[in-house]
């Protein structure tokens, strides 16, 4: 039987342990490799994959990081400021089409296979005209379809300074279709708008573009648009896909001219090496092609603000739980 005095003395024993079992509980549980640090993530000016940086930044979040929104930068800043160290990494780096200083480590991949790239031109121009071949637009009656009133044929091309501009005019330039095409540049997004609303006005389109992209998600390579292909012989480093929908020309593969690409997140070196959870985070990440289209569907049926894509990262991530925290554990390895 307890007395008095006993009772006493286990309340006073307990009320002295209390305090210590709960100051170890709560610090085992807020022991994460990212507390008190922050990761500062930057993102292309593109907005076709900003979903896959909040992915990010949830993932980073889990691990006790401080992830401020990400920063909006066009391309070659965009890896100028995470060499300087302004920013730490960036994703939706499409390798080999772009032009990483080899200052920056690139983590992946990610994304594989990437994105398809090649050149398009609209369905009904190219079955009007029977435009199969890349090549075709060498000859000045076709070449002068997508003219405008000129001779040259205009094809939408690739922003100033992305790494797809240097391969696109070389490309034509060692094929001679420099001397038939004229590349118009400036801001991709615009153009790509601008060639939709041509092609929703009836006149034909010709442009550089990549799947999927808000080009070719609103209209779609097979449905509204064409993969125009090359010949055998014209490009050195194909992308040959079996059975590629919207391909233009017969047979059982589809050379485009454009390299197989795979898609990267690219840090500054000394953030990886002072970071090592997040970096295996990077590593363990993957994702399939077919969800970055069928997130830039929803963009397409109007969910594009910020918010939209906030949430739709958090229905990735909770379609995919199972994996999300087999990544968060390998990152804890």
């Known amino acids: 039987m307890l007395t008095r005095r006993n009772t006493m003395k286990l309340l006073a024993s307990t009320l002295v342990a209390a305090p210590v079992l709960g100051a170890t509980t709560s610090a085992f549980a807020q022991a994460k490799p990212g507390d008190g640090k922050q990761i500062k993530i930057a993102r292309a000016s593109w907005d076709t994959f900003w979903f896959g940086t909040y992915i990010l930044q949830k993932g980073f979040q889990e691990l006790g990081y401080t992830v401020p929104e990400p920063t909006t930068y066009t ?69 002068k379809i997508f003219s405008e009133g000129g001779d040259k044929a205009k094809m939408v091309g690739p922003n100033p300074g992305w790494g797809s501009e240097k391969f696109v005019i070389n490309q034509l330039k060692e094929t001679g279709l420099d001397q038939s095409i004229e590349l118009v540049q400036g801001e991709y997004t615009i153009l790509s708008a601008d060639a939709i609303s041509r092609f929703k006005a009836g006149k034909p389109i010709l442009a550089y573009g990549w799947y999927p992209n808000e080009l070719t998600v609103t209209l ?109 554990a390998a990152s804890l390895g």
């Open 75 to 143: 391309v070659p800043t965009l890896f100028q400021v995470i060499e300087q160290g302004d920013a730490d990494l960036t994703c939706d780096v499409i390798v080999p089409l772009a032009i990483v200083p080899e200052s920056l480590k690139l983590i992946g991949p990610f994304m594989n296979p990437g994105s398809i790239n090649g050149y398009l031109i609209d369905r009904k121009t190219a079955e009007e005209h029977n435009i199969k071949y890349i090549s075709d637009l060498k000859k000045p009656e076709i070449a």
């Open 220 to 328: 779609r390579p097979g449905q509204d648009l064409v993969w125009l292909a090359f010949e055998e012989g014209q490009a050195d480093a194909a992308y040959a896909l079996p059975n590629l929908v919207g391909c233009s020309a017969d047979g059982p593969v589809c050379n485009t001219g454009n390299p197989s690409t795979q898609y990267f997140v690219a840090a500054n070196p000394k953030w990886v090496e002072e970071n090592p959870a997040a970096a295996k985070f990077l590593e363990a990440w993957s994702m399939d092609l077919e969800d970055r289209v069928k997130q830039n569907d929803l963009m397409r049926a109007g969910e594009k603000r910020d918010s939209d894509l906030k949430r739709h990262a958090e229905q990735w991530i909770a379609a995919h739980r199972s994996d999300f925290d087999k990544w968060i």
